[in-house]
């Protein structure tokens, strides 16, 4: 039995990582217009490193509104502050995408804690997983 839940699992995490990769291109193409090439890739690929993490990490809550609210409001908040750190504070930096890889880590792991603190105050105690 927990080989086939492993193997549930292990395919809904490649789908979300082809869904991600998708997303990844298309945001790149898009971004890549009307600015300098290459200008937007970074905050790309932090943004699918960190989000991506929180969904492998944070495997277990998946089945949660609770979680996936939580996930929107963070992805909206993170994509305002790459629009701010690169578009408007820093315009002309144009930095490597494995740069921002292990900051894109620590964010994820980050976010999986404060949304088990968050799920911690929320559930009623009667309620919480063990």
Known sequence: MPRILRKRQAASDDAL??????LVLVA?????????????????????????GILIFGRKNRGSWLFWLFWAACLGLHMFA??????QLLPRLI???????PIAFIEAIFLVVM???LERNLTPEHHRRV
């Not at 990582?17 to 998708?22: D, E, L, V």
């Not at 009307?34 to 943004?47: E, F, L, N, R, V």
């Not at 790459?82 to 578009?87: E, K, S």
């Open 115 to 117: 949304f088990a603190k």
């Open 28 to 52: 790149a193409i898009v971004l890549d217009k009307g600015s300098a090439p290459h200008k937007w890739h970074a905050a790309i690929m932090w943004t699918f490193v960190a989000f991506f």
């Open 95 to 101: 930095l490597g995408t494995l740069y921002v890889i």
């Open 17 to 22: 990582g082809w869904i991600g990769i998708g």
């Open 82 to 87: 790459m629009w701010v750190i690169f578009g």
